[in-house]
């Protein structure tokens, strides 16, 4: 069954950095494209990045120029280098892949202290 494994969040001040990690498994990862979303505490789950199996990258205005998306095909694993992390980044992190279904991680915590 298709898997995904959220990694590498955690609590940071302000300007500093975190590199999310997502692990896929189920799918065939080189020929998908791959997302990030994030939720904070009392809003709608928002879009973050994308990234397609040829590693062409889209930001949301908010993390443009901060952040990057990135994937290793041969260790079907997506990440997210967060740079210059503000307090309203806080959030739970999620990946997610489209395989007909739409697939979600469990989610990483992502807490920005001002």
């Known amino acids: 069954q298709v898997q995904l494994v959220e990694s590498g969040g955690g609590l940071v001040h302000s300007g500093g950095s975190l590199r999310l990690s997502c692990a896929a498994s189920g799918i065939v990862f080189r020929l998908n494209v791959m997302r990030w979303y994030r939720q904070a505490p009392g809003k709608e789950r928002e879009w973050v990045a994308s990234i397609t199996s040829g590693g062409s990258a889209n930001y949301a205005d908010s993390v443009k120029g901060r952040f990057t998306i990135s994937r290793d095909n041969a260790k079907n694993t997506m990440y997210l280098q967060m740079n210059s992390l503000k307090p309203e980044d806080t959030a739970v992190y999620y990946c997610?892949?489209?395989?007909?279904?739409?697939?979600w991680g469990q989610g990483t915590q992502v807490t920005v202290s001002s």
């Open positions: 997610q892949v489209n395989d007909g279904i739409d697939r």
